[in-house]
């Protein structure tokens, strides 16, 4: 099929156009998580990105460039793309965001021809390791790039209660909702994408360390997220870091730079309802809280911290030292 073709949306025809965006065709469409992430092994590359779906690309910051590793996503509208999230690195030489995103945008117009396309990047969350490469994306042409600050996010999406609310963003024929959720983080957010059925948690529900800066917020957040989860089909609940090793509960050292057995991204709503009884079991204590698929850390003292650090360090020495 040419692209010219390709590109046609024929609107009276519920068939989908084969490679196109079908905008009334079935939901949630199917995809690929079956993918073996980068995980700091030897020469990897500093970003992977691996096609969910035609429209959906998951890009994971490699070990080596930053221990965070922080997983990105990019959701191809009609209209516009949103990159969610921008890494843990400024460096374009170390961390080639910008260029990998203006590649698959390309391709992906190749694919799907049409003019004026836009990208959207906005955040889960304004934590250093998600928005550190928002300045790869200042001066490119047809881009919004949504400042860190809650005040800012609130006035983008158009939250007129927040957290209160849902508000949306519209890629064009692809509808995202937009939930606040802070208590990681005053400006968390969670996407729901309808399109795949995908919950994007940020720092709020993942695989890892759940920091917990705001218990009140953080268990008002969880609730507010699986009372909206009720009401839509979620397919895979997907944060923004893995630190769990296969084993349950048993986590990498902070700083770890190379996780041979790390368990899968993708997580339940089973397991985000775990999540908030855990934290509305915790209330009013602080420290850390293992269970087997996240361990929480509620406003972590100094001591924690330093146990964490300490760790860390003792990790990357052995590492250094090929004892690991
Ligand atoms: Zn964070």
């Not at 390709?6 to 009276?12: A, C, N």
């Not at 910051?61 to 009609?78: C, H, M, R, S, T």
């Not at 985000?272 to 269970?291: E, N, P, Q, S, Y």
Request: charge should be neutral.
């Amino acid at each position: 099929m040419s692209a010219k073709t390709e590109s046609l949306i024929d609107l009276r025809d519920p068939r989908p156009v084969a490679g196109d965006l079908d905008v009334r065709g079935p939901r949630p469409v199917p995809g690929d998580l079956d993918v073996r992430w980068i995980h700091g092994a030897p020469g990897e590359p500093p970003l992977q990105a691996h096609h969910y779906a035609e429209h959906t690309v998951i890009l994971r910051q490699g070990k080596a460039v930053n221990y965070e590793a922080p997983f990105l996503y990019l959701l191809f509208g009609e209209e516009r793309a949103l990159l969610l999230d921008t890494g843990a690195t400024e460096d374009p030489a170390a961390f080639p965001l910008r260029a990998t995103v203006d590649r698959l945008v390309a391709e992906w117009l190749e694919r799907h021809p049409r003019a004026g396309y836009q990208l959207v990047v906005a955040h889960t969350h304004g934590h250093h390791d998600h928005v550190a490469a928002d300045p790869q994306f200042a001066d490119r042409p047809d881009t919004t790039v949504v400042p860190r600050d809650a005040e800012a996010v609130r006035a983008f999406f158009g939250f007129e209660e927040w957290p209160n609310g849902t508000a949306t963003l519209d890629l064009g024929g692809r509808v995202l909702e937009i939930l606040g959720t802070p208590g990681h983080h005053e400006a968390s957010i969670t996407v729901y994408d309808p399109w795949t059925g995908i919950l994007l948690t940020g720092d709020t529900v993942l695989p890892g360390r759940v920091f917990v800066f705001d218990p009140a917020g953080f268990r008002a957040s969880l609730d507010r997220l699986l009372a909206f989860a009720e009401h839509r089909t979620v397919t895979h609940v997907l944060g923004c870091h893995v630190e769990l090793t296969t084993r349950r509960g048993r986590l990498y050292p902070i700083g770890a730079g190379y996780q041979p057995r790390e368990r899968a991204l993708a997580m339940t709503l089973g397991q985000v309802a775990a999540l908030r009884d855990a934290a509305a079991a915790i209330t009013g204590k602080r420290g850390v809280f293992r269970h087997p698929d996240f361990v929480i850390y509620q406003e972590p003292q100094r001591r924690h911290l330093v146990g964490l650090l300490v760790r860390g360090r003792a990790y990357q020495l052995r590492a250094r030292l090929g004892w690991r």
